[in-house]
């Protein structure tokens, strides 16, 4: 119904607490808008004074009550509305009440028409005034799943750099012709396991037959662990099926979620950054529980957390798991039924990215349609421990599934947390990236926002957190136009156990982010520095009201950053550089990795050694 | 035993001053006379937690058949107790007014029209429905609507004021002005009085009624084009179809008598007179000292009060207690005497042998069949 | 009761800050409460409440001492003490 087809009606707004009311100047500032006649009394007129000026206006359609309640305030009104009733104002006019606490039931008590809380929508009040429907909006998710690279170009504009990167994943596609792994064959036949599964022109029993032929293969390349699992259903030590009761229970209980969609709004007037909280208590129940409350209250997505052991077997497990320490098991049925309990506009993304389940772990992923994915081989194989020559090939391989089956993934440089100094983290990361083009993927860079031990040693966050970080993005963005989503968490070693300055330091963090206009941030729970126990749903509930606030507070202003940002910057984008030249001199990837190039023990980086010699040549 | 369809509200002073107990009385003595009963409330009543103080209350009983006028938010957890006959346009804050019939005996809410002519509407309804007596609940302090009942029942109690003094002095008060006298017909006719209801009415010895703007006497304004009038012309009567504020009435008694001696202020009815005065108790006096003046005063409108019942309970802020209110009480005994001694009414305690008291006075009303009003 | 000895060496509140699944704001109220009833604090009261989604984000503060009060971790200043009692 638009403005000019509602009638305009007279109302009368009285304050009758003895202190301004901003609400009701508000409503009448918004109904003058809208074309009605409005008249403001002042606040604390007494009963008698009001009804005589009442009474002498004409055709009125509305009272409009502000009152909040106390002693004796009860009794008040229902001397006010009596006395508009015997002054016959209540034969043509609507008496309304509004204030705190008042309820639908307390305004009857109190013989008002109508009745609005504190926390009543001025929108509702206005609809109800205009005699319309209110239409809360509730399946009007006012967020929408985007793509993230989906606004960048991916041109380079450090062309040295991009020569340089050239060279290097040249070296790797070419290293990696003809080579395989136990991860990329139980990969492949995850996949022809998927397949056939749902392959409806198959009959039950040749998919019986089919998958357990492929099963049989597949555990030919998975570890004792695993392989017991299937052929003696041992579960590993802190593992266990959840019940056929718990299961039902649970399905159930991802209906009634699903049912009333009330989210919260993060970003106020800024439509980046996107935020995103990770999931992983071992538990598919309680995991659902966070994920669910983390939608309410506004976060855009949600990322897989797995077990560390994780990365270190060979093979992957089936069933709805629940794992007694932290990190989510990956499993088809566990990620699925995450899945199911997911918004359709809530992003999720599948790590794949540091282990030697890599390239599986994509499959399950992009077959059960995750948004994104994550990869990094320099961080995994530097700081993640499995075998560099192996992540290498695997996370190729992974990336080429990525993009079959449309994921961008992003690439934490989370080395950078053992100790390898940002540049040459940076360095690894755009070798992956180039790689990832090349590839037809879509990249997105994930540089830390963090107090790392670098950091620590060459005093550059001595002054404030922002100017590195700064530093960082821009540094970056002067190489090439990718998306940015720094992580995970955002303030990664600023945190300790108070809950106000944990949620302090995220939504500062935040501040820088939304600043810089980066495409995504993750962010911790209150709870990121507490190590002894698993992470409390309330305390997720502080960090993203934290950042609520930290938006609202900088809306579209921006965080200055010292001179010395522009300082680091360039000493970043020179350290790239070099980093990149020695890497490209070894005329090996693998080989530099081996050897430290991309981040040395003496900066605190390890090659891995899960998965060492298991690349399978021709 | 005749019936006569009465309409009976209790009118209360203040919350908890024992308004349900009372309903809830006269509602249980109906049923087992097998009195077909119609219930309503001009505001929301039965719930079982008061909505301020957070302390237990009494809760409305129905019987199978019992007739209901309720808003229909609070049908949504009967659904099947209450057979819904007819939903009606009167809207309140909880929605539109039901009227239902009790298909069995179940706790019940009832929040009913919030005002006079709503209420009107609504008995008319319960009435088609062939009840034989109609209950109206109060709510609150509030008195309006209820003067659309045929009688009315007052409550009071200590969680008015726990000063037993004030309560007597408000009840008696509120006694002096139930029952002024009613204005006898005159020159001009009841009848034709009652039409004027958006003007004051002023009625001359000779010529015809002069009419101001303005139906109540609550300001200045009004008063002194009032003063004006009656002191140039030959008055005999005022009618005044809406409020009268105390303070009004305060400077008619102390600069203004001499204008208004021996000339009638006729009001419309009791509860619009003490809607204008913010301490109910000190009215007695200002009546009195009007009288004293010379001055009469006549309604043109008058319902009679069947008693007064007592509660001698009240909710106390306590920082230990549940939600912060705990239950205390003041000298029943005392104030049933006090009470007793100033006020014409039968004085009940609806706890007590005051209810044995309460269902003669009941019966006695319901045998009587002429309706008092001019 | 014994056990207070515990509780003398709170200087004014105690709060508990939780989520508690619940289908409105004013269930979240009454569980909160509640929780101190069972916890034995009488005098309760919600500090902060949101209700979205399947429950309520709620802290909850219990006033041990408030001012005017005989404050039972004053008298202990003046003494020394290193034990507590068992209940």
């Known amino acids: ?618 | 035993m005749e019936i006569n369809n009465k309409v009976i509200g209790i009118l209360g002073t203040a919350k908890n001053t024992g308004k349900t107990t009372t309903f809830n009385f006269l509602l249980e003595w109906s049923n087992l006379e097998s009195i077909k009963v119609g219930l309503t409330s001009i505001g929301y009543d039965g719930e079982d937690i008061d909505n301020i103080t957070g302390l237990p209350k009494p809760r409305i009983f129905v019987q199978k058949d019992n007739t209901i006028a309720t808003a229909e938010q609070c049908l949504f957890s009967l659904e099947d107790k209450i057979k819904t006959i007819e939903k009606t346009d009167v809207h309140t804050a909880l929605g539109r007014v039901v009227i239902g019939k009790a298909r069995k005996e179940g706790l019940v809410v009832l929040a009913g029209p919030n005002k006079g002519i709503e209420l009107q509407v609504i008995i008319q309804k319960l009435k088609q429905q062939k009840t034989e007596i109609i209950l109206v609940d109060g709510a609150l302090n509030r008195m309006i609507p209820l003067i659309y009942c045929d009688a009315l029942i007052l409550t009071t109690g200590a969680s008015r004021h726990t000063d037993i003094d004030l309560l007597v002095d408000e009840i008696e008060s509120m006694s002096r002005v139930f029952t002024l006298p009613l204005r006898k017909h005159k020159q001009v006719s009841n009848k034709e009085l009652k039409m004027y209801q958006n003007n004051i009415v002023i009625i001359q010895k000779k010529g015809n009624p002069i009419l101001l703007k303005g139906h109540s006497l609550i300001n200045q304004k009004t008063f002194d084009s009032l003063i004006n009038i009656i002191g140039n012309q030959e008055c005999e009567e005022i009618y005044i179809p809406g409020i009268i504020s105390d303070t009004v009435l305060k400077k008619i008694i102390n600069k203004y008598y001499l204008l208004f001696q021996r000339k009638t202020i006729i009001i419309n009815n009791p509860a619009f007179l003490l809607v204008g005065s913010r301490y109910i108790g000190y009215l007695k006096d200002i009546i009195d000292d009007i009288l004293s003046r010379g001055i009469k005063l006549k309604t043109l409108y008058k319902l009679p009060i069947l008693a007064v019942t007592i509660n001698p309970f009240y909710p106390k802020y306590s920082r230990f207690g549940k939600d912060s209110y705990e239950a205390a009480y003041i000298d029943e005994e005392q104030l049933y005497q006090k009470m007793k001694k100033e006020v014409p009414f039968p004085v009940i305690n609806i706890k007590g042998e005051g209810s044995t008291k309460l269902e003669m006075i009941i019966k006695k009303f319901l045998n009587i069949s002429i309706r008092k009003n001019a | 009761m014994e056990n207070l000895d515990v509780f003398d060496s709170i200087v004014d509140s105690l709060d508990i800050e939780t989520f508690i699944i619940c289908h409105s704001e004013e269930e979240g109220r009454r569980i909160g409460l509640a929780i101190m009833e069972q916890l034995g604090f009488r005098d309760a009261d919600i500090v902060f409440i949101e209700f979205l989604g399947s429950g309520a984000r709620i802290r909850i503060r219990a006033n041990i001492y408030k001012p005017g009060d005989s404050y039972g971790w004053f008298d202990s200043c003046n003494q020394k003490r290193d034990y507590i009692r068992n209940g």
């Open chain 1, 1 to 618: 119904m638009d403005n000019n087809t509602i009638r305009k009606k007279k109302v009368l707004l009285i304050p009758l607490d003895p202190v301004h009311d901003v609400a009701l100047k508000i409503l009448n500032r918004k109904l003058k808008d809208r074309g009605h006649k409005t008249i403001l009394l002042p606040p604390d007129l007494p009963l008698e004074e009001i009804i005589s000026r009442l009474s002498e206006i004409n055709n009125l359609d509305f009272v409009l009550v502000s009152r909040t309640l106390g002693y004796g305030v009860a009794e008040l009104l229902g001397r006010f509305i009596d006395m508009a009733e015997a002054a016959r104002i209540r034969d043509k006019a609507k008496m309304v009440l509004g204030g705190k606490a008042i309820t639908p039931q307390l305004a009857a008590e109190l013989g008002f028409d109508k009745g609005f809380g504190e926390k009543t929508d001025f929108e509702e009040i206005i609809a109800y005034l205009e005699d319309r429907e209110f239409l809360r909006e509730k399946e009007e998710l006012f967020r929408k799943k985007i793509s993230i690279p989906s606004s960048h170009t991916y041109q380079y504009k450090n062309n040295r750099v991009k020569g340089l990167l050239n060279e290097i994943t040249d070296e790797i596609i070419l290293w990696s012709k003809n080579k395989s792994s136990p991860g990329i064959e139980r990969a492949k036949l995850r996949e022809r396991m998927i397949n056939v599964s749902q392959d409806d022109s198959l009959a039950d029993e040749d998919k019986v037959v089919k998958t357990r032929a492929l099963k049989k293969e597949y555990l030919s390349y998975c570890d004792e662990k695993i392989v017991r699992f299937y052929e003696k259903g041992l579960l590993p030590e802190k593992v266990r099926k959840l019940s056929s009761e718990e299961i039902g229970k649970l399905n159930i209980y991802i209906q009634q979620q699903k049912k009333d969609v009330n989210f919260k709004k993060i970003r106020h007037s800024q439509s980046l950054p996107l935020v995103f909280v990770q999931y992983g208590t071992g538990c598919p129940i309680m995991d659902i529980a966070h994920i669910k409350t983390s939608e309410a209250w506004g976060a855009d997505g949600v990322f897989h957390f797995d077990p560390s052991w994780g990365a270190r077997t060979e093979g992957l497990l089936e069933g709805i798991l629940s794992h007694e320490e932290d990190g989510s098991i990956i499993s088809w049925e566990n990620l699925a039924v995450i899945k199911s309990s997911l918004h359709k506009e809530t992003i999720w993304t599948v790590r794949a990215h540091r282990g030697l389940n890599t390239p599986e772990t994509a499959v399950i992923a992009g077959k059960l349609g995750a948004d994104l994915t994550k990869i990094h081989m320099v961080y995994g194989s530097l700081n993640g421990g499995t075998d560099p020559a192996r992540l290498t090939i695997d996370g190729l391989e992974a990336i080429k599934l990525a993009a079959k089956y449309n994921m961008p993934f992003d690439e934490p440089t989370n080395e950078e947390l053992g100790g390898v100094p940002a540049y040459k983290s940076f360095a690894g990361l755009l070798i992956i990236a180039d790689l990832a083009l090349k590839l037809k993927a879509q990249p997105i860079l994930k540089p830390l926002f963090c107090y790392s031990p670098d950091v620590m040693i060459s005093g550059k966050m001595d002054d404030n957190y922002i100017d590195f970080n700064v530093a960082k993005i821009n540094s970056l963005r002067s190489i090439i136009d990718a998306p940015i989503w720094p992580g995970e968490p955002i303030g990664f070693m600023t945190h300790s156990e108070d809950r106000v300055q944990s949620s302090l330091t995220t939504a500062l963090h935040a501040a820088i982010a939304i600043s810089l206009q980066v495409d995504a941030i993750t962010i911790a729970s209150s709870d990121e520095a507490y190590s002894r126990g698993p992470i409390s749903l309330a305390s997720r509930i502080d960090t993203l009201r934290a950042v609520q606030e930290a938006f609202r507070f900088l809306g579209k202003a921006e965080i200055k950053p010292t001179g010395k940002a522009r300082e680091y910057e360039k000493e970043i984008t020179k350290g790239i550089e070099e980093a990149l030249k020695k890497v490209a001199r070894r005329g090996s990837f693998v080989d530099a990795l081996y050897e430290g190039l991309l981040g040395s023990p003496q900066d605190g980086a390890y090659p891995g050694r899960a998965g060492r010699g298991t690349v399978i040549e021709g």
